[in-house]
């Protein structure tokens, strides 16, 4: 690719895969750390000030509190996941093809969970909010409610799921070479 030296495919290949695999793995456990927590935060709110009315719906509604915490564990377990990945190259290999694919994968994977289950916190935190102040009004509709809460936290899986056979992309070369 001819081109002036500060292309942006230039910029890219001169980065380190390891840096690369770095910001992927950050960007998994981070941002769905902040999904949890504004699905929480969205949840937590609106169960508070429900339970003022019906002080009945505090214990049971916490379900979606956890199921919102699920999302940061999604993330901890990913990047878990990712760190193994990473494997020890030659200095004379670091900018191989094989290296950058693998800096490449870990990145997209970390960038596809972390995304995923920022927009799973939200989902499930404003489901969760949905069924506290529907409980307080009827009792009955927390069960129904429930299960659509239960579909919204299968979106992170999903994620997870995409960023594992991401993840799978990434073999570094070997030391031999």
Not at 18 to 34: C, E, K
Not at 106 to 123: E, H, K, P, R, T
Request: aromatic residues 8%; contains cysteine; hydrophobic residues 55%.
């Amino acid at each position: 690719m001819a081109g002036p030296s500060s292309s942006w495919s230039r910029a890219l290949v001169q980065i380190s895969p390891y840096t690369f695999s770095a910001v992927g793995i950050a960007i998994a456990i981070g941002v769905s750390v902040l999904g949890a927590a504004w699905g929480i935060y969205i949840t937590g709110s609106s169960l508070i000030g429900a339970a003022i009315k019906a002080p009945r719906i505090t214990s049971k509604n916490l379900i979606s509190v956890i199921f919102c915490e699920a999302v940061a564990i999604y993330g901890v377990i990913v990047a878990i996941i990712l760190q193994t990945k990473l494997e020890s190259v030659p200095a004379s290999q670091i900018y191989a093809p094989e290296s950058l694919r693998a800096g490449y994968a870990i990145f997209a994977s970390g960038i596809i969970v972390g995304f995923a289950n920022l927009v799973c916190g939200l989902c499930v935190g404003i489901i969760g909010s949905s069924c506290a102040l529907s409980d307080a009004q009827n009792s009955t509709l927390f069960v129904k409610i429930l299960v659509i809460e239960i579909f919204g936290s299968a979106l992170g899986l999903f994620g997870v799921i995409v960023g594992i056979i991401m993840s799978a992309q990434a073999s570094w070369p070997s030391k031999g070479a």
